[in-house]
């Protein structure tokens, strides 16, 4: 799954932790904590390594409840569902548990110590917690500021978790309207759909507030809110629709009678101008070595998925009949506003160069008919990359010059065969072959100039029969029959 986005709003719980004593994560952000959680499992040696480094452990004896300052909560999550208090006691550990393969028997038993010891902050096992904030490895530490807003910190020493905690945004005496975040469309054709958070930041009741949506200097939509906010309460304003001529000119703004803070009433949503494309697009995906936690979208205007693909066929541990290979997807769509997602499972995009062994990264290129390249970029983009398309303009119709002179000899063929092309520009090249059966047998791709060229496939490790030859480069695609008969 895909990791809490930075900034998300954090989800409620409340849970009973070991020793039986109940803790509600809203409760302690009314009262003005902020919360560093640390998600950890028993057997994982690098939580053990960070839980023994005491920078939790400091910053809730300096900086927790019943210390001068009074502001942080820590609290540390168990969550391996499989884990047990005992593992958590440093008491489980079956023989030979945390050197097993057996992830029942590795996962079921093993520990690496007494969790509790010198622990001053409370310990809760609950995996659905877990689950809740969506990590992707142990540990996972998170920062919840009093207003709702949660960011992962990663392990930091105590006084970077400090200064991290300061940093939190926290509600001031009297009134104060703020603007907590923005979730409507961010990229924008030629009107935007906007919708953000009011929230109280102010230690006085919040009744009514003007929002004003603005490109520039001029106000393009406006909403006026009443109702009662207490602190840190949020409420959700949506605008109509309304035109946009520069989507990074526009930004949003709230005002109240009795503000006391303008510091927090201004956002930006960063909106981004989808680019002009015609109807007629190509999209290739370069898959990287761990191609099963690739996957993409394409929504309309309508928030509708009208192509999908992924994951691939890749293992767990990469490789597979998909590994680095490229795919390539053609449309011809109506006129409309798109936007892409390419997203992936783990969250380091299609990077496969950073890990050992290396191997080569990805990459996606979305094309239209009149050869611009409206979405492009290589596989550092993290847990998602998004773009956006604005069909404007009829499907193009390009002469298809790499059929027309696409020309394989000797066919019928004993082995060798060559195949000969002409390209107007140079272009990254996919050559496949598949058998009777649709199977691919073949697959190569490389980066080649402008002008003729001549490649030679192999065939003599195939069984006789006919087979079938795709190319595809630069948007254009080709197919060809070839039979062998050695």
Known sequence: MAQLPANSWAPDFTATDINGESHHLYEYLDQGYTVIMDISAAWCNPCWQYHNSGALENLYNTYGPGTAENKVMVLFIEGQGSNTVDQINGTSNPSNACASSNPTIYYGGCTQGNWTTGTPYPIIDNAQIADAYAINYFPTIYKICPNRIVNEVGQLNTAQLWASVQECPVATTGLNAGLAFYTGDRIICDEVHATVTLQNMGSDDLTAATVELKEGGTVIGTQNWSGDLATYGTAEITFPAASVTDPADVTVEVTAAGDNNAADNVLDPGLIAATPAMANLTFSLTLDWYCSETTWKLFNSSNAVVHQGGPYNCGSNGGGVDANQTKTYNWTLPLDCYRMEIYDEYGDGMMSSIYNPPHPDG?????????????????????????????????????????????????????????NYDLAAGARVTTEVYNALGERVLASTSTVPAGIQVKQLDLGGLTNGV?????????????RTITLNK
Request: hydrophobic share 35%; glycine share 12%; no cysteine.
């Open 467 to 479: 087979y079938f030859l795709n190319i595809t480069a630069d948007g254009l695609k080709a197919s």
């Open 363 to 419: 990459h996606y290129d979305l094309m239209d008919g009149g050869a611009n390249h409206v979405f492009s970029g290589t596989g550092d983009f993290g847990e998602r990359a998004s773009g956006g398309i604005n069909v404007n303009a009829p499907a193009s119709v390009r002469e298809n010059s790499l059929d027309n002179s696409l020309n394989i000899y000797p066919n019928p063929t004993t082995g060798n065969v060559f195949l």
